[in-house]
């Protein structure tokens, strides 16, 4: 019950993240290191402030809220528990993703796998000791299970402060930074903004599309959540080439180098899709056997077969959606990847879905195509989108280049 309103707070802290990749990777393209660092400094410190404030309302109104969601009375103290100590919890999270969105910008991407991989797993070790208790650490149940994630994110935090403040990865950011100054921080929440705009939507919209699945039964409830834990593995691809296009168009535009961030983001999409076809073909040959691993119910693995059946082929066009965002937001052009995701999900998704599946009467199969038809149209149209060329624009104003200072993965 607590994750409509975690979500919610998440949407401020990747929104933003994304904007500090950008600004990031263009003013490093553009040789101007000072500006980035500067850049950096403000987004930490508004993330900061913003973290605190968001955590305040949150830990106060986390009752309220809950009871109007219609928290179930016997989940509703375990829902308050574990959403009040991820709200102490805010600043934390913000620090972490701050420094993950800089570590794109720089290219870093490979070094900072390794940090988010080091935190899942001191997560996953946590849990167990925090939960149920084991030798000195007393059984917290939900609580300890939020304490977990807490501390797993707070050695991410912690290491990038480190980093961010040492120099150790391209960036040396200084104390005087943080101090607020609007003319830095303006352009940061004109990029920023539609990103939070775009990840609150499309949380509230799964959130409504959870209510339309469980529409039609715990079994289909069971094959629907399985067969998008199938499906996310495979958009790690998508995630991933999302984050190498966000940095590599953002250095490119920094250094003015227009027709090579063309090629960069015609290249990158066009890789992505027929990385993804390929995954799809894969998985639509393993796909029995893939469900098998996480249920035994044949009739949760039946719908989910023929889940994976039909929505599976907009994977690749989900591909296309993602890589076209990455482009505009590597471009810190983030209004057109907000209103396509609105539309994708609010507009497409939800009614197409409501229509097929419950209106007409095709049951799970109209919900299925309702959902695959909502990721092929919008990752065309933003496609065509792109193809108008108005991103290949910088939204940085650098001081001039000494030198190329483009960065690459290590």
């Given amino acids: 019950m607590a994750w409509p309103i975690l979500f919610f707070f998440m949407s401020f802290a990747g929104g933003f993240q994304a904007a500090g990749s950008t600004f990031v990777a263009q003013y490093f393209g553009a040789g101007d290191r000072r500006g980035a660092e500067e ?19 949150g830990y106060s109104l986390a009752p309220t809220v809950l009871r109007l969601i ?7 103290p375990f829902a308050l528990t574990y959403l009040r100590i991820e709200c102490m919890g805010l600043p934390i999270m913000f620090m972490a993703q701050a420094f993950g969105g800089f570590m794109v910008g720089l290219g870093q991407t490979r070094f900072l796998m390794y940090i988010n991989a080091s935190s899942l797993l001191l997560n996953a070790v946590l849990d167990p000791l925090f ?7 007393p059984a917290l149940g939900v609580a300890g299970a939020a304490w977990a994630t807490v501390l797993s994110r707070a050695v991410v935090a912690a290491i990038g402060l480190f980093i961010l403040f040492s120099g150790r990865r391209g960036l040396r950011l200084s104390p005087r930074y943080l101090r607020p100054k609007l003319f830095k921080v303006l352009p940061i929440l004109r990029v920023g903004l539609p990103n939070v705009l775009d990840q609150a939507s499309t949380s509230f919209g799964f ?3 959870m209510g339309l699945v469980a529409g039609f039964g715990t079994t289909v409830v069971a094959a629907y959540t399985v067969g998008n834990r199938i499906i996310n593995l495979i958009n790690v691809v998508s995630w991933g080439a999302g984050s190498a296009l966000v ?10 180098r227009y027709e090579r961030a063309g090629q960069v983001a015609r290249r990158g999409i066009l890789a992505t899709f027929l990385a993804l076809i390929g995954l799809y073909g ?3 040959l393993l796909r029995r056997p893939m469900f098998a691993l996480f ?17 599976g082929i907009s994977i690749p066009f989900f591909g296309l959606f993602d890589a076209a965002a990455a482009v505009f937001r590597g471009a810190g052009h983030t209004v057109p990847p907000m209103l396509m995701a609105i539309v994708r999900l609010w507009g497409l998704r939800v009614f197409l879905s409501w229509l097929f599946g419950y209106q007409l009467g095709f049951g799970t199969t109209g919900m299925w195509v309702g959902m ?17 060329g108005t991103w290949k624009r910088r939204v940085v104003r650098a001081a001039p280049a000494l030198g190329s200072s483009t960065l690459t993965s290590k």
């Fill in 39 to 57: 850049s950096a400094g403000q987004l930490l410190g508004f993330l900061g402030l913003l973290s605190v404030v968001l955590g305040a309302l």
């Fill in 70 to 76: 219609r928290a179930p009375a016997e989940v509703f």
């Fill in 131 to 137: 939960i149920f208790g084991v030798g000195p650490f």
């Fill in 207 to 209: 959130v409504v599309m």
């Fill in 247 to 256: 940095a590599m168009i953002g250095q490119n535009l920094g250094a003015e």
């Fill in 282 to 284: 894969l998985t639509l």
């Fill in 295 to 311: 249920v035994r119910d044949p009739a949760v693995i039946q719908e989910g077969v023929w889940y994976i059946m039909i929505f």
């Fill in 372 to 388: 695959t038809l909502s990721n092929v149209l919008a990752g065309v149209a933003l496609v065509l989108w792109l193809r108008r």
